[in-house]
């Protein structure tokens, strides 16, 4: 209890009634029982307390020995792979040839026909590519210009054709593009000769500013020298770009404001 009076003073022996403070009412969610059914109807079997609830194996259904273990393919006979492709086995002992076959072709004769008619083989084209003699085939080497035998040899690739015509297609409708605003009076060509004066105008601006540039203080100590450099250097920059703009295109077209 809070003392209304100093330590020593006599008041303070007075019996007083203690009050006590008395408690808000504790704060209830008016959401609470809505809460309560959606946690219920979303309840998963990983979100409660304790193991899930499932089906016990009967007890038929022990684990038995070596069940896990990986098994292996069944056994199959071991064959290569070019055994069409193979020669006959050597013959046993107890196999014996045929006996009393006897052919009456004379091998000198036929041997010495076919060596005649037999059309003589050309020989492989070589390079050598050292002085000690080492030989190449030539065929394979990529010094034989087979490309000039090619069916589509001289002709523009497939890819080409198309973009030319892409290329072609897009610059016509530029031009109809032009034309039409031309007719309507939007746009208008500027001339050779004023084509040609602008181009001398921003080349002599550009040559004053480099006059102008090469006149600066070789120590540049101070911010407003420096930010006199910049603007020079940019001032030339855009104006190089400009420069180079008009001499890369001949025909110019301006719009009327």
């Known amino acids: 209890m809070t003392e209304l009076y100093p330590a020593e003073s006599i008041y303070n022996l007075i019996p007083r009634e203690e009050v006590k403070p008395t408690k808000p009412p504790r704060y209830t969610s008016v959401f609470k029982e809505t809460i309560k059914k959606e946690a219920q109807q ?7 307390m304790g193991p899930a609830k499932t ?9 038995l020995k070596h069940s896990k273990e ?7 006979p071991f064959k290569y792979p070019d055994d069409e492709k193979r020669r006959p086995p050597v013959p046993t002992r107890m196999d014996y040839p045929v006996m009393g ?3 009456k072709k004379n091998f000198l004769h036929s041997n010495a026909a076919e060596t005649i008619m037999a ?3 050309m020989p492989q084209p070589i390079f050598v590519d050292t002085k000690k003699g080492d030989k190449h085939p030539l065929e394979t080497s990529g010094l034989v210009p087979k490309y000039l035998k090619k069916k589509d040899y001289g002709k523009v690739p497939n890819y080409l054709v198309q973009k030319n015509e892409e290329i072609k297609q897009a610059q016509e ?4 593009y032009i034309k039409e605003r031309l007719r309507q009076g939007a746009m208008k060509q500027l ?3 004023e084509r040609e004066d602008m181009l001398q105008g921003l080349k002599k601006n550009w040559e004053e500013l480099h006059h102008e540039y090469q006149g600066l203080s070789v120590v540049i100590d101070t911010l407003p020298k420096k930010f006199h450099k910049e603007k020079l250097e940019l001032e030339m920059k855009q104006l190089e770009k400009d420069i180079d703009l008009i001499e890369r295109h001949k025909i110019i077209y301006i719009a009327n404001n």
């Open 173 to 176: 409708e530029y031009d109809a």
């Open 70 to 76: 990986s098994k292996l393919p069944e056994k199959k």
């Open 101 to 103: 076959i006897q052919t």
């Open 119 to 121: 059309v003589p083989k």
């Open 55 to 63: 089906d016990v194996l009967s007890p038929d259904g022990y684990l």
């Open 42 to 48: 979303k309840i998963a079997d990983h979100k409660t």
């Open 191 to 193: 001339s050779d000769a």
